[in-house]
């Protein structure tokens, strides 16, 4: 008898299903990973079989720097948002600033700078106004560059050709994917609390190419060196503000960018970062709570002054 879980009305899974996600869009998920991504389809009510959701394993190799991200697509991140209600779409096209001196046939075929994609939210207090809601996206931050390697005249031995390329869809489909870039960052300011802890795909590529590429390369001192460049050694994904990317945080310097960030943060970027970030600060939290308890009293002190900056202010 095949037992059936249901992840949200109308969408059931039997065992016989639950195990063909596993052999693709979760295959490199072990137990506890693949229970995580489950529950996470089933509680944010999206389907792995019509490909809005998947999951990405970095370092899976090395258990203890093996860390999961979930990843769905930007039609996956709409549906989201539209369940809320509360969402609309633009009609305008994206706008893509490019430069002529950024082009470079291998890792900026069209020169693109950036992408600026707007959504509009339904404003809660004004019923029949919506407000625009920007995303921002550049090019340098998302693409996913990687370097070529070759053989050394030693055996195992590899060595970088000074050449880098763009991978996946990049090459063929830059302004679609720097422009899903941006559109998953407006999703995600306009519904942090929705969207928390699932990046869209194309955020996701260059932390994919570079793990991928590492995990080619051979020598302590290539490992090192990968280590240095992606920052997983221990680290964990944030975002620290509505217009920045997300970015893997090294453990011991998380505290240290929270503080910084605190002293710059008004309310709505204090109640921003805490709501698309809930999933990694409980995960900072249970790994370096010391750290963590550090992080939540800069918060807390900024929320403190500007809730006195606002009792000082004339009625």
């Given at each position: 008898m095949n037992a059936i879980v249901q992840l949200r009305p109308g969408a059931e899974y039997t065992g016989a299903q639950l195990?063909?996600?596993?052999?693709?869009?979760?295959?490199?998920?072990?137990?506890?990973?693949?229970?995580?991504?489950?529950?996470?389809?089933?509680?944010?009510?999206l389907d792995p079989f019509s490909k809005q959701l998947s999951a990405i394993v970095f370092n899976k190799d090395k258990a203890d720097k093996r860390n999961m991200s979930i990843i769905t697509t930007i039609d996956g991140m709409r549906a989201i948002a539209a369940r809320s209600g509360r969402y609309r779409p633009d009609e305008a096209e994206p706008i893509i600033e490019y430069d002529p001196e950024a082009k470079n046939p291998q890792t900026n075929p069209l020169g693109i700078v950036k992408a600026v994609v707007r959504i509009w939210i339904a404003d809660t207090t004004k019923p029949g106004a919506w407000n625009p809601v920007t995303g921002f996206a550049y090019w340098d931050e998302f693409a996913?560059?990687?370097?070529?390697?070759?053989?050394?005249?030693?055996?195992?031995?590899?060595?970088?050709?000074?050449?880098?390329?763009?991978?996946?869809?990049?090459?063929?489909?830059?302004?679609?994917?720097?422009?899903?870039?941006?559109?998953?960052?407006?999703?995600?300011?306009?519904?942090?609390?929705?969207?928390?802890?699932?990046?869209?795909?194309?955020?996701?590529?260059?932390?994919?190419?570079?793990?991928?590429t590492a995990s080619e390369i051979i020598g302590a001192h290539d490992e090192e060196n990968r280590l240095r460049r992606i920052g997983a050694a221990n680290s964990i994904m944030f975002q620290m503000t509505g217009a920045?990317?997300?970015?893997?945080?090294?453990?011991?310097?998380?505290?240290?960018?929270?503080?910084?960030?605190?002293?710059?943060?008004?309310?709505?970027?204090?109640?921003?970062?805490?709501?698309?970030?809930?999933?990694?600060?409980?995960?900072?939290?249970?790994?370096?709570?010391?750290?963590?308890?550090?992080?939540?009293?800069?918060?807390?002190?900024?929320?403190?002054?500007?809730?006195?900056?606002?009792?000082?202010e004339p009625a």
């Amino acid at each position: 008898m095949n037992a059936i879980v249901q992840l949200r009305p109308g969408a059931e899974y039997t065992g016989a299903q639950l195990a063909l996600i596993k052999r693709t869009v979760a295959k490199d998920t072990n137990t506890d990973e693949f229970d995580l991504f489950m529950s996470v389809a089933k509680m944010k009510g999206l389907d792995p079989f019509s490909k809005q959701l998947s999951a990405i394993v970095f370092n899976k190799d090395k258990a203890d720097k093996r860390n999961m991200s979930i990843i769905t697509t930007i039609d996956g991140m709409r549906a989201i948002a539209a369940r809320s209600g509360r969402y609309r779409p633009d009609e305008a096209e994206p706008i893509i600033e490019y430069d002529p001196e950024a082009k470079n046939p291998q890792t900026n075929p069209l020169g693109i700078v950036k992408a600026v994609v707007r959504i509009w939210i339904a404003d809660t207090t004004k019923p029949g106004a919506w407000n625009p809601v920007t995303g921002f996206a550049y090019w340098d931050e998302f693409a996913p560059i990687k370097d070529e390697w070759e053989w050394g005249e030693k055996k195992g031995e590899r060595k970088k050709t000074g050449k880098q390329t763009l991978d996946g869809n990049w090459p063929k489909m830059g302004r679609v994917m720097i422009c899903k870039c941006a559109e998953a960052q407006a999703i995600r300011k306009a519904f942090p609390e929705d969207l928390s802890g699932l990046y869209e795909g194309a955020e996701m590529d260059r932390a994919t190419v570079i793990d991928v590429t590492a995990s080619e390369i051979i020598g302590a001192h290539d490992e090192e060196n990968r280590l240095r460049r992606i920052g997983a050694a221990n680290s964990i994904m944030f975002q620290m503000t509505g217009a920045s990317p997300l970015e893997p945080i090294p453990l011991g310097q998380i505290a240290d960018r929270i503080v910084e960030a605190a002293k710059e943060f008004d309310l709505q970027q204090i109640r921003f970062f805490e709501s698309a970030n809930t999933h990694p600060l409980r995960e900072f939290w249970a790994r370096a709570p010391t750290d963590a308890l550090e992080a939540k009293k800069a918060l807390e002190t900024r929320k403190a002054e500007l809730a006195a900056e606002a009792d000082r202010e004339p009625a």
